[in-house]
């Protein structure tokens, strides 16, 4: 009996953003250097408009609120620009006995190199990325953001916040077999148009198959 997965796909439009954050394009190999070569694209920032961070962790702290283990993968998490603003927010709006059950997050991403500069622990974090942080938010990030340059905007990640978040490679169209069945956050955002046309059609649907219950993607 399978029941209790929620499922919502964002739209796979309006993806070449501009982005104030992490930018870094891979195109297939031998390929001339254009649009229509690209094999996938390392596009995020921190708190990107597309999520709402507070009103999403609401949502999971209540969905949740009666288990004792969550496991929280964020797939296609590139250099971990989302894992940290979920972490950040989750440090900010709850108490500790509240999100521990969520940790590690599971920051899962198919592209090797781009796990390696997360392994690092160091981000490039615009001024404007930090404006989209609001006051509660911003007082976590400062505790566990540590300038690099005075002159530049390189940071370097707390030890504290980097243990919070496991970061390896992993394609989630091969590698969904292997997730746990139940009590599940699987976020996969803004890879979809880089899947296959078959992944694209079926992957939603293979997923929902897997998870017993309690499951949100």
Same mark, same amino acid.
Request: glycine residues 2%; contains cysteine; neutral net charge.
């Given at each position: 009996?399978?029941?209790?997965?929620?499922?919502?796909?964002?739209?796979?439009?309006?993806?070449?953003?501009?982005?104030?954050?992490?930018?870094?394009?891979?195109?297939?190999?031998?390929?001339?250097?254009?649009?229509?070569?690209?094999?996938?694209?390392?596009?995020?920032?921190?708190?990107?408009?597309?999520?709402?961070?507070?009103?999403?962790?609401?949502?999971?702290?209540?969905?949740?609120?009666?288990?004792?283990?969550?496991?929280?993968?964020?797939?296609?998490?590139?250099?971990?620009?989302?894992?940290?603003?979920?972490?950040?927010?989750?440090?900010?709006?709850?108490?500790?006995?509240?999100?521990?059950? =969520?940790?590690?997050?599971?920051?899962?991403?198919? &592209?090797?190199?781009?796990?390696?500069?997360? $392994?690092? /622990? !160091?981000?490039? #974090?615009?001024?404007?990325?930090?404006?989209?942080?609001?006051?509660?938010?911003?007082?976590?990030?400062?505790?566990?953001?540590?300038?690099?340059?005075?002159?530049?905007?390189?940071?370097?990640?707390?030890?504290?916040? =980097?243990?919070?978040?496991?970061?390896?490679?992993? &394609?989630?169209?091969?590698?969904?077999?292997? $997730?746990? /069945? !139940?009590?599940? #956050?699987?976020?996969?955002?803004?890879?979809?148009?880089?899947?296959?046309?078959?992944?694209?059609?079926?992957?939603?649907?293979?997923?929902?198959?897997?998870?017993?219950?309690?499951?949100?993607?």
């Amino acid at each position: 009996m399978r029941f209790s997965i929620s499922m919502r796909i964002q739209s796979i439009t309006n993806y070449n953003t501009a982005f104030k954050g992490y930018s870094r394009t891979v195109y297939k190999p031998g390929k001339e250097l254009i649009e229509a070569n690209v094999l996938h694209k390392n596009n995020t920032s921190m708190f990107r408009e597309d999520l709402n961070i507070k009103s999403f962790l609401k949502f999971i702290t209540k969905k949740f609120e009666n288990v004792d283990k969550v496991h929280f993968f964020d797939y296609a998490c590139s250099n971990g620009s989302e894992a940290y603003s979920l972490l950040l927010g989750m440090n900010a709006y709850y108490d500790k006995n509240e999100i521990t059950k =969520f940790l590690p997050i599971q920051a899962r991403d198919y &592209d090797q190199e781009v796990i390696n500069t997360a $392994l690092k /622990k !160091e981000l490039e #974090i615009s001024d404007s990325e930090r404006y989209g942080m609001d006051e509660d938010v911003f007082q976590v990030f400062k505790k566990n953001f540590n300038k690099l340059d005075l002159y530049k905007n390189d940071y370097i990640v707390s030890d504290e916040l =980097f243990s919070q978040v496991n970061f390896a490679v992993s &394609d989630i169209t091969k590698d969904y077999v292997n $997730l746990p /069945k !139940e009590n599940v #956050i699987l976020c996969i955002r803004n890879c979809w148009p880089y899947f296959s046309k078959e992944d694209q059609l079926y992957l939603p649907e293979k997923l929902c198959n897997h998870f017993d219950k309690n499951a949100v993607i």
